[in-house]
């Protein structure tokens, strides 16, 4: 049985933390469903860490659904949210409507996210009307990253403190189930989160949060063109991936792979005929 809205909404009335990471394929979703994180989220950020495009921009929604797809195959429990990609919940309800349904039915997620406050709360209304379960994304966020003049800190001003808290108090009112807060003073991320009922999920923005998201990339070391200040790295995947790739590359040319221990026998006699 997966995790529900309501298990999530209940974490944080016991003060429980809230963990959530981001997966885009069947594998590395199978290992965090199989530890018990109760929130996987297939983000944009495929784009970056996964695609190489240079921003979260051009990620298209038939890249998201794909990897979305292979995401739910790969777990039983978490609640696996799709990350709804640039424009594609902005033209009209209808259109929102549309592309948000694509990712419950089509790639089989349990929730969507989406990116904005106020200026989107209505579709959220919408959406959630339609029984589809919302998370909110507010500070940073970077589909916008044009308009923010780059990945800075957001919320640091009174006046964008103050709209902050009226973005997360509308995407509450419009019915999201829980807010990512994206590269805000941890203060402010402490003072919405006390303010609001539903779940704040932090990423760098401090430990005043209901819970944490993290790229996995981010934390695996495996994303090297750039390393946000917020992440910490528990290992550092691409030294060991690059290790593993020389030595196969060295012994490949050596000769000293592979051994009999990768190859297959067969029938002498087979052999010996087909030698004649
Ligand atoms: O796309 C993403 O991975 C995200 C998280 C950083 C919250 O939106």
Redesign the pocket.
């Given at each position: 049985m997966r995790i529900t809205i309501r298990q999530i909404r209940e974490m944080k009335h016991k003060g429980e933390k809230i963990t959530m990471l981001?997966s885009y394929d069947y594998a590395t979703a199978k290992i965090i469903d199989g530890v018990g994180i109760p929130l996987i989220?297939v983000?944009?950020?495929l784009g970056m860490v996964v695609l190489g495009y240079e921003s979260?921009i051009p990620v298209t929604i038939e890249e998201m659904l794909h990897h979305t797809k292979a995401v739910v195959r790969g777990t039983k429990n978490a609640l696996v949210i799709g990350?709804m990609p640039f424009m594609t919940y902005h033209i009209s309800v209808e259109e929102t409507l549309r592309n948000t349904s694509r990712f419950i039915q089509e790639a089989g997620a349990q929730a969507i996210?989406l990116e904005g406050g106020i200026t989107i709360a209505e579709k959220v209304r919408r959406i959630v009307q339609c029984g589809i379960p919302v998370m909110g994304?507010i500070g940073l966020t970077?589909q916008s990253v044009h308009q923010l003049s780059g990945y800075r800190v957001q919320g640091r001003s009174p006046d964008a403190a103050a709209k902050l808290l009226r973005d997360a108090q509308a995407l509450e009112d419009a019915g999201a189930f829980a807010v990512?807060l994206?590269t805000v003073p941890a203060p402010l991320a402490a003072l919405i989160t006390h303010k609001l009922s539903i779940p704040t999920i932090g990423?760098g923005a401090g430990i005043g949060c209901d819970g944490q998201?993290q790229?996995i990339n981010d934390i695996l070391g495996s994303f090297a063109d750039f390393i946000p200040k917020h992440t910490k790295q528990y290992v550092k995947l691409t030294d060991i991936i690059r290790k593993a790739v020389i030595d196969y590359f060295n012994e490949v040319k050596n000769g000293a792979f592979p051994t009999e221990k990768q190859s297959s026998t067969m029938d002498e006699d087979i052999l010996a005929k087909l030698k004649k």
């Open positions: 981001t989220l983000g944009d950020s979260t990350d996210k994304h970077p990512v994206e990423i998201v790229v």
